[in-house]
Every structure is written in C-alpha cells, then in structure tokens.
T-cell receptor, first 116, second 111 residues
Framework: NAGVMQNPRHLVRRRGQEARLRCSPV?????VYWYRQLPEEGLKFMVY????????ESGMPKERFSAEFPKEGPSILRIQQVVRGDSAAYFC??????????????FGDGTRLSIL | DQQVKQNSPSLSVQEGRISILNCDYT??????FLWYKKYPAEGPTFLIS?????DKNEDGRFTVFLNKSAKHLSLHIVPSQPGDSAVYFC??????????FGTGTRLTIIP
C-alpha cells in the first residue's frame, strides 16, 4: 500500500486502558489523515494533520481521542480510557501535499483495535 | 448524514462480463471523486479518479463516468477478472478537504 506503515496491525486492550496507534507516512509525504471503519461501514474521517499542526479534527470525538504528527517520528492516534465502542479498524493515509485528483491519498493496512 | 451513498452492498458478475458499480452523492460542493478497492485485512488501494469538470475517465479496464446533474457516478470494469473480487469504495472531496466515503460494494467475480 504505497509505503504507509501502520503498527501495530492488531491491538487488544481492556476497557479503561490506553491505545496508541502509529502511522509512518510515505517518505516525503507531509500530510496525514486518520479514518475509522466500523464493521459493515465505510471509512469515516477523523483528523487531518500536517507536520506539527492539526488542520481539521472535525471527525474526532471530543473526549478521549487525540492525534499528533511531530516534526520527527510517526503520527500517533491516542485513545484514552477505551470503551467497547472504540473497537474498529483505524486507517492512516498520507499525501505529499493537500489532496488533489493527481495526488490521491495512499492508505496503510490499518490497525485493528479490539476492546475486551 | 450520508453524503456519499452506495446503495448496492453486493454485486456478483461472471468472469469476462462488465461490472458496474454505482455511487450517488448529495453535496454539490464535491469537485473530485475517487474509487478505492479494498481486500480483507488490507488498506484501500486507489483505482481511478475523476474531476467534476469531466464526465469520463478511463484507465485500462476501469472507466469512471460522472453525471453531475444526477449527482451520480459509476465505475465500469471490463472485462471482469477473478482478482477484481473485493470491496469497492466511492469517495469524494472538495478543496483540500478530507475524503468522504460511501459504505462500499462487495464485488464477487464468478469464474
């Protein structure tokens, strides 16, 4: 999937624990997007980040969820005090600059989060 | 509010025939449309896109048609091959915005 690396691929947490999902974009890509896919549903946008900046977080739940994309290192999606409803596949996508028809977003293979 | 809709959750097509996947949208601000293909346990893979100023874009076996007045687009795959069996997502965006996805259509190619 065009070099977007997500880890871990599978993550199991108990209710109340924290989940950290990592995304390394394609080398040279400075725009990162996080999406969530619930079972039998499409992907839903969560947050759009550029290096060190959150551009659009309109899809992020107001509480417990946060995201960052530091100057160095991967982008991190952090979920605090997880609940069963957080169980989903979380996908990261990257692009070299803002999305355009000649610069589609490239997706990683996702992290499957399961909450016990 | 589902701004991008794929009303057929599944579709079965015989190998060698044409597969037609449909997508409707409600937001007239969208100016780019994309199709992604997804295999189980993998991320979506970009297939083909179309700008709102065009009505057709073709890439090999894949053609996307856009009807702006009807707010409808379709993906044609011809001839269909067994490797085309996957879930297909329609997506749209405007400006420099995030992608809005449909719920997907599971395509099964019958040998």
């Amino acid at each position: 999937n065009a070099g977007v690396m997500q880890n871990p691929r599978h993550l199991v947490r108990r209710r109340g624990q924290e989940a950290r999902l990592r995304c390394s974009p394609v080398k040279g890509h400075s725009h990162v997007y996080w999406y969530r896919q619930l079972p039998e549903e499409g992907l839903k946008f969560m947050v759009y980040l550029q290096k060190e900046n959150i551009i659009d977080e309109s899809g992020m739940p107001k509480e417990r969820f946060s995201a960052e994309f530091p100057k160095e290192g991967p982008s991190i999606l952090r979920i605090q005090q997880v609940v069963r409803g957080d169980s989903a596949a979380y996908f990261c996508a990257s692009s070299p600059y803002a999305t355009g028809d000649d610069q589609p977003q490239h997706f990683g293979d996702g992290t499957r989060l399961s909450i016990l | 509010d589902q701004q991008v809709k794929q009303n057929s959750p599944s579709l079965s097509v015989q190998e060698g025939r044409i597969s037609i996947l449909n997508c409707d949208y409600t937001n007239s601000m969208f100016d780019y449309f994309l199709w992604y293909k997804k295999y189980p346990a993998e991320g979506p893979t970009f297939l083909i896109s179309i700008s709102s100023i065009k009505d057709k874009n073709e890439d090999g076996r894949f053609t996307v048609f856009l009807n702006k007045s009807a707010k409808h687009l379709s993906l044609h795959i011809v001839p269909s091959q067994p490797g085309d069996s996957a879930v297909y997502f329609c997506a749209a965006f405007f400006g420099n915005e995030k992608l809005t996805f449909g719920t997907g259509t599971r395509l099964t190619i019958i040998p």
